[in-house]
């Protein structure tokens, strides 16, 4: 498995889904796969414009998209969407980052990642 590169979230501060709370989730990750954490805020125009053009080509993507969403960059350009909040509310968000630290999926990232080259 290609060893992820870099995380990137795409994020606004003013919402509740994702400060605190995604954005501390994400600095987990990152520092769980010991990879560097990329924040792209919606709320500046050169951010946005990045954040766009990734959840349009990799994410869930509409013209008014949901955030936070989380996306793992791999060696060799690969992009995987991994993580979107939710607009149901906060605690929703909050139980599907326990639910991702917790799955298979996330533990074999870890393995892989930690597997070396």
């Known amino acids: 498995m290609t ?5 990137t979230i795409v994020l606004a501060k003013w919402c509740p889904h994702c400060v605190p709370l995604s954005l501390e989730n994400v600095k987990r990750m990152a ?6 954490l990329r924040v792209l805020d919606i709320d500046f125009p050169e951010e946005e414009k990045v ?7 990799y994410g869930d ?3 008014d ?3 936070p969403q989380v996306f ?9 969407h991994i993580f979107t909040g939710f607009s149901e509310g906060v605690s929703v968000t909050a ?5 991702l ?9 870890l393995n892989a990642q930690n597997e070396g080259p």
């Open 3 to 7: 060893r992820v590169e870099r995380i």
């Open 31 to 36: 520092k769980d796969l010991g990879v560097p």
């Open 51 to 57: 954040a766009d053009r990734l959840v349009e080509e």
């Open 61 to 63: 993507y509409t013209e």
């Open 65 to 67: 998209y949901i955030i």
């Open 72 to 80: 793992l960059e791999y060696k060799g350009g690969r992009v995987q």
């Open 95 to 99: 139980a599907r980052w326990i639910a």
């Open 101 to 109: 630290f917790n799955s298979e999926v996330y533990q074999s990232l």
